[in-house]
């Protein structure tokens, strides 16, 4: 268990609000990401952070902010919702075993009307 | 650019029976990382097995192993003795050197039948 924790888990908002998902991590890992997941496109990168204040974008990153003032907390921001920003989001953390692999938040559903 | 293929939206298998999930991979890199994740219905992700470009022996987890073929840039997954738990969704993944960054499949969606 990775200690990542994502909220809000169940969002509903309108087209044209601002949105900010929150992931939060209790080991102090460096790496934090954040994807979208939609039917037929797997998982797709928004944004993605190597520490304190260091971000990049992923491949979808049109439409979303990311910031990370501390290194628990990595802040996903939609600056004015649309429908096709409905989807699961999920947050992840970059493992520190030889293998490097992610360890998944529980994902938020986001619903735009 | 780099890219991950899985061809098979869904797939069937009958209890205790073998299954293989394809995988094919696009990359210039010499060094990379392949994954294995499983979602089942309640949405978490779940790390199953990895195999790294150097390694010689294909990676084995239990009921789970990967068919590694590098010249192929294949990396399918193999579950042996299926069980109805198995029903879910597999994402195969590969890690872009240099770039902290992970590209996804598109996913097979199996189903294990009694």
């Known amino acids: 268990d990775a200690g990542i924790t994502q909220s809000p888990r169940h969002k509903v908002t309108e087209t044209g609000t601002p949105v900010t998902l929150r992931c939060h991590q209790t080991?102090?890992?460096?790496?934090m990401y954040w994807y979208r997941q939609d039917p037929g496109h797997g998982l797709r990168l928004i944004h993605y952070s190597y520490g304190v204040k260091d971000t990049d974008k992923g491949e979808v990153s049109d439409g979303y902010s990311v910031s990370r003032s501390k290194t628990e907390d990595f802040l996903l921001t939609l600056e004015s919702a649309t429908s096709s920003q409905t989807s699961v989001y999920f947050c992840?953390?970059?493992?520190?075993?030889?293998?490097?692999?992610?360890?998944f938040g529980p994902g938020t559903r986001l619903t735009v009307l | 650019a780099q890219k991950i293929t899985q061809t098979q939206p869904g797939m069937f298998v009958q209890e205790k029976e073998a299954v293989t999930l394809d995988c094919t991979y696009d990359t210039s890199d010499q060094s990379y990382g392949l994954f294995w994740y499983k979602q089942p219905s309640s949405g978490e992700m779940i790390f199953l097995i990895y195999q790294g470009s150097y390694d010689e022996q294909n990676a084995t987890e239990g009921r789970y192993s990967l068919n590694f073929q590098k010249a192929r840039k294949s990396a399918n997954l193999v579950i042996s003795a299926s069980q109805l738990g198995d029903s879910a969704m597999y994402f195969c993944?590969?890690?872009?050197?240099?770039?902290?960054?992970?590209?996804f499949g598109t996913g097979t969606r199996l189903k294990v039948l009694a």
């Open positions: 992840a953390i970059r493992g520190t075993s030889g293998y490097n692999e992610q360890f």
């Open positions: 993944a590969m890690r872009e050197v240099g770039t902290y960054k992970y590209i």
């Open positions: 080991e102090n890992h460096r790496y």
